[in-house]
């Protein structure tokens, strides 16, 4: 069974990078919920069904950390002893945080037309957006270990993910 | 979640909504952004040749707490100094409108913000604020 508190690549015996092997990923998943799932304790000690279920509870927020790339990036650089500081560093460079200010003004728009082509057409250009962080990070994260970088390339990834959940969103909205 | 009074009245009628050239010499602009909320807040100040800030607006996406942050900031930078300004501190934003913890990283930007601006003016302006009046006697 596995092992309780390794960490998560450990635990779903991947290498601790950003570039991801997404099949070994939801393969190992699968074989380790199935290695802990409650039916298999249920006729065992109180102790060992405790066990079990924090393994289990860990092994999903090891999945969902590792699966989602911003998660991954951020969990990766905590390993390193690196804060993202995404609750307190509030200086972005102003190109960026121009950008974030005409999408949310785009979307404002768009969804008061009502016009979901617009917010697909923008959902495309952020997910665009969102690959090209990705690919900075694992060049930051595997090649370079440049911490800094890619703190910051986390930290635009926060409001890229926030923005794209609200344009999809807002296509579910105006779909109903 | 439960808004206070004062929140709800920035945010429903927020004070100085807009913008001032950026490029203008009396102008300073502060740009900030809160990754873990998404907020984005742009901040500007028009200072006088007193050194006072004569007028301020702002524009902001966010919650109502980010935005009644920045709306409540720019009616306390109105009259005051640059100095007087880099004193206003989030915890005052924050009693001011009665944030909740949850909250108080809007109150943070906006004392973020308007260090921006005021580092952008001052920069533009090549201006210390000691130097000033120094360079004014002198003129």
Request: proline share 3%; aromatic share 6%.
């Amino acid at each position: 069974m596995a092992e309780f508190n390794q960490n998560h690549f450990a635990l779903f015996g991947l290498p601790e990078q950003f570039a991801l092997d997404s099949t070994s990923l939801d393969q190992n998943y699968r074989r380790l919920q199935s290695e802990v799932h409650p039916d298999r304790f249920a006729s065992a000690s109180p102790h060992e069904r405790l066990h079990s279920l924090q393994i289990a509870t860990q092994v999903n927020d090891a999945y969902a950390t590792l699966k989602n790339p911003t998660a991954r990036a951020r969990y990766l650089l905590q390993l390193q002893g690196v804060d993202t500081q995404e609750e307190s560093n509030t200086a972005m460079p102003a190109d960026f945080l121009m950008l974030q200010m005409e999408w949310r003004e785009a979307i404002a728009e768009a969804s008061e037309a009502e016009d979901i082509p617009a917010l697909e057409h923008l959902l495309k250009t952020i997910r665009l957006e969102a690959k090209v962080l990705q690919e900075q990070l694992h060049i930051a994260l595997d090649e370079n270990k440049a911490l800094h970088e890619a703190s910051a390339a986390v930290r635009k990834l926060a409001f890229i993910d926030k923005v794209r959940a609200d344009i999809e969103q807002a296509i579910i909205k105006l779909e109903d | 979640m439960a808004y206070s009074d004062k929140v709800l009245d920035h945010y429903e009628n927020p004070r100085n909504v807009g913008s001032f050239q950026a490029e203008d010499s009396d102008v300073g602009t502060g740009m900030v952004g809160a990754p873990a909320c998404g907020d984005v807040m742009k901040l500007q100040i028009k200072v006088n040749e007193a050194g006072v800030i004569e007028d301020a607006k702002f524009k902001t996406y966010g919650c109502g707490s980010a935005i009644a942050s920045s709306s409540l900031v720019t009616e306390m930078l109105k009259g005051k100094t640059l100095d007087q300004a880099m004193d206003i501190k989030n915890t005052h934003i924050a009693e001011e409108l009665a944030l909740p913890p949850v909250k108080i990283h809007c109150s943070v930007l906006a004392e973020d913000a308007i260090r921006a601006a005021i580092t952008d003016y001052r920069s533009k302006n090549l201006m210390e604020a000691e130097g000033y009046n120094a360079c004014k006697s002198a003129a």
